[in-house]
């Protein structure tokens, strides 16, 4: 089955999280929570978006689950929270936080607040932080970026294969850190740590399927998009995937302009 494809019972709705109200509700009767909401700019600002968005809706989170007697968090990291490390050197699950921008350091606040209440909970509440890769679709992985980042890539499916390893899986774990990259030719992060300890198995390979989309050619562009979900192109980074434009007229025109340069 399509490891992307909605649950039946899936429901959705739009609230502040910096206020701490909305997220008791949010979590109220949960068993597991997959906490994957933040500002997921390295440019963001901190006083104007990841103090609210990244650092309050964070500790809200793990406050509110904690307090409602949910067993697990997962929490949505990111490799900016140990991009401060040498590029040359590959990064492990273990390592301790070095972001290399104050997103990074938002997302290691957020690994150590799942630390911190995982320590005071005398083993009722446990929490998996994952430090996510470049997220990708699996046709949209091409050669136009460097290795570095190609060895960065995780598609959407092993990110749900990550996902679902941490939620469903893992029970002995009470705090983990692991890394949520694809298995590519060359691995940024290294993924022995996290097979270890959640069964994680990414069947991916970034280089492969780059070289794979590379051979069929063909390009994708996207156009009069509703406001609300062209919202969550640039909330969930798919801007980053996919060339959008306003209208049938523009997208057409940009196959001209690529086919100039």
């Not at 470049?134 to 460097?146: F, H, K, P, Q, Y």
């Not at 029970?171 to 940024?188: C, H, K, M, Q, W």
Request: proline share 3%.
């Amino acid at each position: 089955s399509d490891l992307l494809a909605p649950h039946p019972a899936t429901w959705s709705a739009a609230a502040d999280m910096a206020d701490l109200a909305n997220v008791e509700r949010a979590v109220a009767g949960a068993h597991t929570v997959l906490h994957l909401a933040a500002d997921p700019s390295p440019r963001a600002d901190f006083y104007e978006s990841l103090l609210d968005r990244n650092i309050k809706a964070t500790y809200n989170v793990v406050h509110a689950s904690v307090a409602a007697g949910v067993r697990r968090v997962v929490f949505a990291s990111s490799v900016n929270a140990v991009n401060g490390y040498a590029a040359s050197r590959q990064s492990r699950a273990s390592d301790v936080p070095f972001p290399g921008n104050v997103y990074g350091a938002s997302k290691a606040w957020g690994e150590a607040v799942c630390a911190a209440y995982v320590a005071q909970s005398a083993g009722s509440f446990s929490a998996i932080a994952i430090r996510i890769g470049g997220v990708t679709a699996r046709d949209s992985v091409n050669l136009e970026v460097s290795a570095e980042m190609q060895a960065l890539r995780v598609t959407y499916h092993d990110l749900a294969r990550l996902f679902d390893a941490c939620v469903n899986g893992a029970p002995d774990v009470t705090f983990a850190v692991v890394n949520g990259i694809s298995n590519n030719r060359y691995l940024r992060m290294d993924l022995e740590e996290t097979r270890q300890l959640v069964g994680y198995h990414p069947q991916d390979d970034a280089f492969a399927l780059a070289e794979a989309n590379a051979k069929r050619g063909g390009q994708m562009k996207l156009c009069n998009v509703d406001k609300r979900i062209e919202n969550i192109f640039v909330i969930t980074n798919l801007s980053l995937v996919f060339d959008v434009y306003p209208n049938e007229e523009q997208a057409i025109a940009s196959f001209a302009e690529r086919e100039q340069v």
